[in-house]
């Protein structure tokens, strides 16, 4: 429980940062990482029909889910720092960061 707290706000202070870089800069221009490109194209070789718009949480942390999303996570081990934190996600994209539509993936 303590350390899914610290990941916790470690991803709070994130998502603060991260929300203020995507809501003042096209986020055509903005790249997170050296390697966006890349986390984008596994991401969508390892989850094809994953809806990203309006997320369903048992498709984020059922047991099958959690088969898939650690190897995902693992490819990117020295590559992206903090590769396996835990992040805050908005489960309806177009709806603001509020405790109903956030959950914790970690």
């Known amino acids: 429980p303590r350390?899914?707290?610290a990941w916790a706000m470690k991803a709070h202070q994130?998502?603060?940062v991260y929300f203020n870089l995507i809501s003042s800069v096209d986020p055509k221009f903005l790249n997170l990482t050296k390697?966006?490109?890349q986390i984008y194209d596994e991401f969508r070789k390892t989850f094809r029909d994953l809806k990203i718009d309006v997320l369903d949480p048992e498709e984020l942390k059922s047991e099958p889910?959690?088969?898939k999303w650690r190897p995902f996570c693992l490819r990117f081990e020295g590559v992206v720092?903090?590769?396996n934190y835990g992040t805050l996600?908005?489960?309806?994209s177009?709806?603001?960061y509020t405790e109903e539509?956030?959950?914790?993936?970690?």
Do not use: M, P, S, Y
């Open 94 to 96: 177009r709806r603001e």
């Open 14 to 16: 994130h998502a603060q």
């Open 35 to 37: 390697v966006d490109d």
């Open 81 to 83: 720092e903090d590769f």
């Open 65 to 67: 889910a959690k088969a």
């Open 101 to 106: 539509n956030t959950i914790f993936g970690g």
């Open 3 to 5: 350390v899914e707290l």
């Open 89 to 92: 996600l908005r489960l309806d």
